[in-house]
């Protein structure tokens, strides 16, 4: 009996190397139609271009979070800044998954705030002044950037995310009456929990 072989080769649709026969291969789909072939070196890759893996239903979102962080140590090492202890997450993965981009972008920001050296500053005042009001508010246009508000009845500072900065997390405004902030900022929409980590209300749903 005569055995015959395909004569289709396979080939990774991000490096475009021939794939070898029983080489293991990943589905992914660029842009949310057709699936393509992804060789097990280049999987990473297509994840950090937000393709979607087969089989595996993740905003694309999530993983550019994953790229920024790693990003950011890699920032903090070259310029030898000083690296803050690491901050627990604001929610879960298994949580994080179940979130739109929007909700995503604010749980992004707490997290990068949350590691930040501000996040002592706030707390101190805290300790000080008590609890603080709270916003996370995207500002408008393709920036990206976010403001993080915490206002006390006799101080508020501001903070501007910048999620794709080499300094994602700096000081924008601060103040001593509340009447000066802006009505966007005043929607209070996140907490200072006792350890001084700032959470969305969001996630407590």
Not at 63 to 71: E, F, I, L, Y
Not at 108 to 125: I, K, W, Y
Not at 151 to 165: K, L, M, V
Request: hydrophobic share 40%; net charge negative.
């Amino acid at each position: 009996m005569r055995v015959t072989k395909s004569n289709v080769a396979q080939v990774c649709a991000v490096c475009e190397r021939t794939l070898l026969m029983g080489e293991q291969t990943y589905r992914f789909s660029p842009g949310g139609g057709d699936y393509v072939d992804v060789c097990p070196l280049c999987q990473d890759v297509a994840l950090e271009h937000g393709w979607l893996r087969e089989g595996l239903s993740v905003s694309p979102t999530l993983h550019a979070m994953s790229r920024r962080r790693k990003q950011k140590s890699l920032w903090q090492t070259l310029l030898g800044a000083r690296e803050e202890p690491m901050a627990d997450p604001v929610v879960s993965e298994p949580i994080l998954r179940r979130l739109s981009d929007d909700e995503i972008a604010l749980v992004e920001a707490a997290d990068l705030f949350n590691a930040s050296q501000f996040r002592r500053t706030v707390a101190g005042v805290s300790k000080s002044l008590g609890p603080p009001q709270a916003s996370i508010v995207p500002l408008s246009g393709v920036s990206g950037e976010l403001v993080i508000t915490f206002a006390w009845d006799i101080s508020w500072y501001q903070y501007r995310i910048s999620p794709e900065a080499p300094q994602p997390v700096r000081m924008a405004e601060r103040g001593q009456d509340m009447n000066d902030l802006e009505p966007p900022f005043m929607q209070w929409n996140a907490m200072l929990t006792e350890d001084g980590r700032v959470v969305p209300d969001l996630v407590h749903v």
